[in-house]
């Protein structure tokens, strides 16, 4: 992803909490009265609140596999520290953030004296943030970044930042960011004043990278303070169960965008546009199974999907059972609308070489018990291939589609995208409504 160049109007700077909007005055005061350029001017466009947590990369810092600075960004360097932790802890080596490798660092660290459990590295979180977003003119970026070890309170910085505007001579319009670092109980205290921060007159977002907690004090105020709640699924360790959460939290008015959802969008497309021609869309009632392949580790985007597609056919879930192994499998089982049973499988699949994603789809197959129904249709990663949904030896009658990623599906790209669509999205409520009727019937 390109960034956007930035000019820094106040390096970073440490303040005390009551001194935050006070300095930023101060800031934009200054600016006013420099002389041979536009005087830049603060944007009045939104809030955003980053609930930044970062913790593998502490983790990984504290056992000394990771050196460089905590950047809330998984790069080479991450991902190279995430190999060697794997592969010193006699862990699967994934290079990736699961929740095995999560509970073995969060062991290892445990286990060390309390003056051994800080890190040393720089923290860019908050400054790094507002690379990813600054192209949208934030009135004010407020990061907030647990930190790991002893509770010493709460500090904060401020600084000020303008996007590089092309010819030179335009007034820039510029964001805030301020950064606030200390543990979760001490973050957890000063809740009431993070809801503040965000400007009444503008749209407030709040994007919390970690798993839905309603039963954290910091999380209730910032989804109550907000117009938009900003998730990411691929986060999560338990699905079905946050997906729980979150269904009870859109019960309560709470508007909750699923950055994971949206990447879904290349994959419900084609399966729409697959049932385009009149005479498909006639046989589309016929489909009573759906296979969805999904790379292992997390299972929701194969929920979501299937979620999506049920609660747009009436389907009505009945039962779920689930065999653990080498591809975890789920079988669902639904009444259609004329009281036809309809059969549904999600497979987890080990992969080799996965991207960043954790459960990425990899492969979608609708067909038909009615051998004359002119539905089946397979859908593919283009770089996994179609050899398991064409097995079986009827893929010769199957319309047959490649997916091609998205150029960007990374959460930075998405929360840029999300900053400009912030009504409430009905697709999803419905489909994660299905969704969750569907996990309720593990219980």
Request: hydrophobic fraction near 40%; aromatic fraction near 8%; glycine fraction near 6%.
């Amino acid at each position: 992803m390109t960034t956007t160049p930035l000019v820094t109007l106040q390096q970073p700077k440490d303040i005390s909490l009551s001194e935050i909007e006070a300095e930023l005055s101060q800031i934009w005061r200054m600016q006013s009265g420099a002389k041979g350029m536009p005087a830049p001017t603060r944007a009045a466009t939104f809030s955003i609140v980053v609930y930044a947590p970062e913790e593998f990369q502490q983790l990984l810092a504290i056992l000394g596999f990771y050196t460089e600075e905590i950047d809330s960004y998984f790069g080479p360097s991450t991902k190279k520290a995430v190999l060697a932790a794997q592969k010193a802890l006699g862990l699967r080596m994934t290079g990736r953030f699961d929740p095995e490798t999560l509970a073995r660092l969060r062991e290892e660290v445990a286990k060390l004296p309390p003056e051994k459990r800080v890190f040393q590295n720089r923290d860019d979180r908050g400054s790094t943030i507002s690379d990813a977003i600054a192209v949208q003119n934030p009135c004010r970026v407020v990061t907030l970044a647990p930190t790991l070890g002893e509770d010493t309170g709460v500090t904060a910085q401020v600084s000020a930042y303008c996007p590089i505007q092309k010819g030179g001579n335009a007034a820039s319009i510029c964001g805030e960011y301020i950064t606030m670092k200390g543990t979760k109980e001490a973050l957890n205290r000063v809740g009431d004043l993070v809801a503040t921060l965000m400007i009444p007159s503008l749209p407030k977002f709040v994007w919390w990278k970690a798993t839905p907690n309603p039963e954290h004090e910091l999380f209730r105020k910032l989804a109550a303070a907000c117009n938009c709640l900003i998730l990411d699924s691929s986060y999560f360790t338990d699905p079905a169960m946050e997906f729980l959460k979150m269904q009870e939290l859109i019960e309560s008015d709470t508007y909750i965008a699923d950055l994971n959802w949206h990447r879904l969008s290349v994959w419900q497309e084609l399966a729409a546009a697959a049932f385009d021609p009149p005479e498909r869309r006639v046989a589309l009632a016929e489909v009573d199974k759906i296979t969805i392949d999904y790379e292992k580790g997390n299972p929701a985007q194969a929920y979501m999907y299937l979620g999506w597609f049920a609660s747009r056919l009436g389907w009505k879930p009945v039962s779920i059972t689930e065999t653990p192994g080498d591809y975890d499998i789920t079988t669902v089982m639904f009444k259609g609308p004329n009281g036809q049973d309809i059969y549904a499988e999600l497979a987890g699949v080990p992969i080799a070489d996965a991207g960043e994603i954790i459960g990425d789809l990899i492969g979608l197959r609708l067909s038909s018990s009615n051998a004359n129904a002119n539905c089946c249709t397979i859908l593919c990663s283009e770089t996994t291939g179609c050899m398991r949904m064409e097995a079986g030896g009827s893929a010769q009658n199957c319309r047959t589609e490649q997916v091609t990623a998205i150029n960007d599906q990374k959460a930075e790209f998405l929360v840029s995208q999300q900053l400009q669509r912030w009504g409430r999205d009905v697709l999803y409520e419905e489909s994660l409504a299905m969704t969750t009727s569907i996990l309720r019937l593990k219980a």
